[in-house]
């Protein structure tokens, strides 16, 4: 893991042993209709399965801020922990991620998790960066 990773996580969204993961991941669910986000501020948790690493072939679950719009788009109070230069999301697409296991650090506001009923377990992670892959 790069220092660089870390630093660049803001200090409040970090805690003791806790870095930034970088991994390539294929999109596999967004579970259901992406609500508007001209109404309130939302993340949304999706499915994606990494490729290649020490977590290939992992499912992993990862919450995105507003996902309707382009990620370099965002210029409201979640700037700093939101950037990248996907501009939509769509399964079966392959993304590069950087990714902070420390979602309720990061994001208090509403949380649009589809896989809560069946899966309480699984880490969600907060995307800090998602590029095409």
Do not use: N
């Amino acid at each position: 893991m790069a220092v660089a990773a870390v630093a660049s996580i803001p200090r409040e969204a970090r805690s003791d042993g806790d870095a930034a993961i970088t991994v390539t991941a294929k999109l596999v669910e967004i579970p259901s209709k992406l609500p508007p986000d001209d109404l309130y501020d939302y993340a949304y948790v999706m499915r994606y399965e990494v490729i290649g690493g020490p977590m290939d072939k992992t499912s992993i679950l990862v919450a995105h801020y507003k996902p309707l719009q382009p990620r370099a788009k965002i210029k409201d109070k979640m700037k700093e922990y939101v950037g990248g230069k996907l501009r939509s999301f769509s399964a079966g697409d392959t993304h590069k991620l950087k990714l902070s296991p420390d979602l309720k650090k990061i994001w208090k506001g509403p949380l649009v998790d589809e896989y809560a009923a069946t899966d309480r377990k699984s880490i969600r992670y907060w995307c800090l960066e998602a590029d095409p892959g």
